[in-house]
């Protein structure tokens, strides 16, 4: 921990000094070069990623919301890791202040009360709100950012029709004028994507919608010899039966070779407490059983493994 102080550290200032283009107090993006370079900066970087709910395109520099939670979460973490290991706790009081003053204003600012969801972004020299329903809400979960009295209303969207197909969940709900199921981030599924927003059920403690998104993830990786493709259509799944592919999907891809072993972390629900590993399972009933054996840790080494059980199954289709 010690011997990345230093680059913690200016990471975390970075954040305060460099990164609020709009003078909002939210990270955002913006391209320095009109004529080169993604215009899109967060995980979502094609051109028309970004977009209001009637299909318009949003003006510049852009705040995402998802970037909003991973600067909660890294403002969090940077307080543990000044009062624990750099004998800084002046630092981490100020990290935990800013931390909670951010989740104060960004439950005000982003959250959009007719829709009950929070907007896609912060966009323009207005800070307007984009009020398109994507995926990107669910990247909220991982870090503890979204409001107890919000986060009902942010798992009944995940869930819809309108954004889980029984595979995954869509970049962008059907309900969208710019959704297209083989649109590259306008309505297909990630499968890292998923991956993320499965952790974050169980971190709120949704278990049962966690096991529906890790084991139709899961499914979708048998039709495709086992190695999960970059993205792949977000056709509903009792329309096709199987997934489709995505026409021009990297495979392999480093972030869905990723994606399994957080969903396996999701459905055995295996999360480090001090010095201990707790599981706790939640897995469906024909899964029977999964087991994680010799896992490495500040504990030793342990096993995680748990039993299917009915309340978690969801259904299966061949």
């Not at 070069?33 to 852009?62: A, M, V």
Request: net charge negative.
């Amino acid at each position: 921990m010690w011997q990345f102080e230093h680059a913690a550290r200016a990471a975390l200032n970075w954040i305060d000094e460099y990164a609020d283009l709009m003078g909002n107090g939210y990270v955002s993006y913006q391209r320095r070069n009109e004529q080169t370079g993604l215009e899109n900066q967060c995980w979502k970087d094609s051109w028309d990623s970004i977009s209001y709910h009637d299909g318009r395109l949003p003006g510049f520099p852009r705040a995402t919301c998802e970037l909003q939670g991973y600067t909660y979460d890294a403002k969090r973490r940077g307080a543990r890791l000044a009062r624990q290991f750099w004998g800084d706790p002046d630092y981490a009081d100020q990290l935990e202040r800013d931390a909670e003053d951010l989740k104060r204003r960004f439950n005000h600012d982003f959250w959009l009360e007719d829709r009950q969801y929070y907007a896609l972004a912060l966009a323009g020299p207005n800070s307007d709100r984009v009020d398109a329903l994507s995926s990107n809400i669910g990247h909220l979960l991982i870090s503890g950012i979204v409001d107890d009295d919000k986060i009902g209303a942010v798992v009944e969207h995940l869930m819809s029709p309108a954004m889980y197909t029984g595979w995954g969940v869509r970049t962008l709900a059907t309900t969208e004028k710019r959704y297209n199921p083989i649109g590259y981030h306008n309505g297909t599924v990630w499968p890292f994507d998923s991956s993320i927003i499965a952790w974050g059920l169980r971190r709120y403690g949704f278990n049962q919608e966690a096991a529906r998104i890790a084991t139709g993830i899961l499914d979708a990786a048998t039709y495709f010899g086992g190695r999960l493709p970059e993205a792949f259509a977000g056709y509903p799944r009792e329309r096709t039966k199987y997934p489709v592919q995505y026409p021009t999907a990297c495979s392999p891809q480093a972030w869905s070779t990723g994606a399994p072993l957080l969903l396996l972390r999701t459905l055995l629900g295996m999360d480090a407490s001090g010095e201990n590993m707790v599981v706790n399972p939640a897995i469906p009933e024909y899964i029977n059983y999964l087991e994680l054996l010799d896992i490495p840790g500040r504990w030793g080494r342990i096993d995680a493994y748990g039993r299917g059980r009915p309340q978690f199954n969801h259904q299966r289709m061949a």
